[in-house]
């Protein structure tokens, strides 16, 4: 097998998403663009992975991660397509084999379509093969003129007649190239056409006319090569990841009561018989079990559910995992580096911030428990607070298995309630409460006979 190499074009200003940032680093399902075309282009085993980047390169550098063979050119000024492929010349120089070539703003492509396109371009021999489509609207597109069957040129659409106009097979800006006679073909590409730019496509003609073989291989759902050039197109691509997603999903077994409102990124895995209702999102790492439920209005990012967990509405969960048969909500806020234990509660309006809360615990109301530890079958009352920030430092809580929290207490980090104690209700904990102990710190009632009608000067 030759050599793959992979040329991203991504130097483009984007001008069409009306945006201060580099169209290749808006997402689309939780993705940048370019890392879907990153991960496409993955199962190809490229040698060489050239991005080309002019405006806002620095920003692009940066939001891509070091890997072997990964290369930037950089194109200063932007004069085009084809002039784009040639700044990564210098990158391949003395390398052999096929050329690779995808723009940064196509990302819905499959890598099996990658591979047809690649094993046509070997088995023909060809010195290049344009991947095409037939859609209902190729206004904008460059438009595939044929003769006699055979792929002749490429027009671009403002510089098509009316009746390449009519044409409805479209340019998907994505190729595979004989490295050998590339670059010297490039330098003879000019840019005398309505954009005054130097075009990749021109390169079909130029090979046409020297007599050697061009290639195309027409896709069947030209969904997989919308190039996003604005927000409306970037919605309609978010779009199709939404239901690709989805319908996966529901295939494998999973319910999703409004699949329109379920928001579910490309690398989150849901077991079956889990039900997930509408407005939901679930990003990033997430994995959830069997026979979950996800009630509406829940996010949940970077998380791990086992199964049997029932988040209850408006839910948010962060970096946290919820074991199994947990309960979780309305209305709860689960924090970074938190893990809630198997059958445990936590109700709502509680916040937990990497905090454990141990099997068969409950926080059933209105509480925050931060950098706490708490063990099994310990009963947080309504209203506890960790204070484990003085002001400088976050400090430790530690409630052993079996302990009772009463409502509206306060612990003082650093502090231990030892295995079974009791804490009364409206109590500050400063001190580490012995096991088996009742703690509390309220001082005696007092009512004051008569002080209402002293303080109005009526009768209550
Ligand atoms: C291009 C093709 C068109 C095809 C369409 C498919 C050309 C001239 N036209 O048009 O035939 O139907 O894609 O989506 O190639 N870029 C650079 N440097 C430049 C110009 C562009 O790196 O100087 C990059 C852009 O960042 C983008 C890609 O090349 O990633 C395509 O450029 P764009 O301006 O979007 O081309 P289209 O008009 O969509
Ligand atoms: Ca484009």
């Given at each position: 097998?030759?050599?793959i190499?992979?040329?991203?074009l991504?130097?483009?200003k984007?001008?069409?998403?009306?945006?201060?940032?580099?169209?290749?680093l808006?997402?689309?399902?939780?993705?940048?663009?370019?890392?879907?075309v990153l991960?496409a282009?993955s199962?190809?085993?490229?040698?060489?992975?050239?991005?080309?980047v002019?405006y806002?390169?620095a920003q692009i550098?940066?939001?891509i991660?070091e890997r072997p063979?990964?290369?930037?050119?950089?194109?200063?000024?932007?004069?085009?397509?084809?002039?784009?492929l040639?700044?990564?010349?210098?990158?391949l120089?003395?390398a052999?084999?096929?050329?690779?070539l995808?723009?940064?703003?196509?990302?819905?492509?499959?890598p099996d379509?990658?591979?047809?396109l690649?094993?046509?371009?070997e088995?023909?021999g060809?010195?290049a093969?344009?991947?095409t489509?037939r859609?209902a609207?190729?206004?904008?597109y460059?438009?595939?003129?044929r003769?006699?069957?055979?792929i002749a040129?490429?027009?671009?659409?403002?510089?098509?007649?009316p009746?390449?106009?009519e044409?409805?097979e479209?340019n998907?800006?994505?190729?595979a190239?004989?490295l050998a006679?590339?670059f010297?073909?490039?330098r003879?590409i000019?840019?005398?056409?309505?954009?005054?730019?130097?075009?990749l496509?021109?390169?079909?003609r130029?090979?046409?006319?020297?007599?050697?073989n061009?290639e195309a291989?027409?896709?069947?759902?030209a969904?997989?090569?919308?190039g996003?050039?604005s927000r409306?197109?970037?919605a309609d691509?978010?779009a199709?990841?939404k239901?690709?997603?989805?319908d996966?999903?529901?295939?494998?077994g999973?319910?999703?009561?409004d699949?329109a409102?379920a928001?579910?990124?490309p690398?989150v895995?849901v077991?079956?018989d889990?039900?997930i209702?509408p407005n939901v999102?679930?990003?990033?790492?997430t994995?959830?079990?069997e026979?979950?439920?996800?009630n509406a209005?829940v996010?949940?990012?970077?998380s791990?559910?086992d199964?049997?967990?029932?988040?209850?509405n408006?839910c948010v969960?962060r970096?946290?995992h919820?074991?199994?048969?947990a309960?979780?909500?309305p209305?709860?806020h689960?924090?970074?580096q938190?893990?809630?234990?198997?059958?445990a509660?936590v109700?709502?309006?509680?916040?937990?911030?990497?905090?454990t809360l141990g099997?068969?615990?409950?926080?059933?109301?209105?509480?925050?428990?931060?950098d706490?530890t708490?063990?099994?079958?310990v009963?947080v009352?309504?209203?506890?607070i960790?204070?484990?920030y003085?002001?400088t430092?976050k400090?430790?809580?530690?409630?052993?298995d079996g302990?009772?929290?009463g409502s509206?207490?306060?612990?003082?980090a650093?502090?231990?309630v030892h295995?079974?104690?009791?804490?009364?209700t409206g109590t500050?904990?400063?001190e580490?409460v012995p096991?088996?102990a009742?703690?509390?710190?309220?001082?005696k009632?007092r009512n004051?006979?008569?002080w209402?009608?002293?303080?109005?000067?009526?009768?209550?």
């Open positions: 097998m030759p050599d190499h992979l040329v991203i991504a130097a483009g984007g001008t069409r998403m009306k945006s201060a940032e580099p169209k290749v808006h997402r689309a399902g939780g993705l940048r663009l370019i890392d879907h991960r282009a199962s190809l085993d490229a040698r060489t992975t050239v991005i080309v002019g806002m390169a550098r940066e939001a991660p063979g990964l290369r930037f050119a950089l194109q200063e000024p932007q004069l085009g397509t084809g002039h784009a040639l700044q990564a010349e210098p990158h120089a003395g052999e084999g096929t050329v690779v995808l723009s940064g703003d196509v990302p819905l492509l499959r379509t990658l591979r047809a690649i094993t046509t371009h088995g023909s060809a010195a093969t344009v991947l489509a859609v609207d190729p206004h904008g460059g438009r595939i003129v003769k006699e069957g055979r040129a490429i027009v671009e659409h403002k510089d098509a007649t009746a390449e106009r044409i409805d479209i998907s800006g994505i190729y190239f004989a006679p590339l010297d073909a490039l003879s000019g840019s005398a056409n309505a954009q005054g730019e130097y075009y496509p021109d390169l079909v130029i090979y046409r006319a020297r007599g050697l061009v291989v027409m896709l069947e759902d969904r997989e090569i919308l996003v050039n409306k197109e970037l691509v978010t199709i990841l239901t690709t997603k989805n996966e999903l529901m295939a494998a999973v319910s999703i009561v699949p409102s928001w579910i990124g690398d895995a077991g079956r889990t039900v209702h999102h679930l990003e990033g790492k994995r959830i079990g026979r979950c439920e996800i209005g996010r949940i990012v970077d791990t559910l199964d049997g967990v029932v988040i209850h408006f969960i970096d946290s919820i074991r199994a048969g309960q979780i909500g209305f709860a689960i924090r970074p938190s893990d809630v234990g198997e059958e509660h109700g709502n309006f509680t916040e937990l911030k990497k905090t099997k068969g615990s409950k926080a059933n109301h209105l509480s925050y428990l931060g706490a708490i063990g099994e079958k009963n009352g309504a209203g506890t960790t204070c484990n003085d002001g430092r400090h430790q809580t530690v409630i052993e302990a009772f929290i509206d207490t306060q612990l003082i650093p502090v231990t295995r079974g104690a009791y804490v009364g500050t904990i400063r580490n096991s088996g009742l703690a509390v710190s309220a001082g009632q004051i006979e008569g209402v009608e002293k303080k109005k000067g009526t009768k209550a």
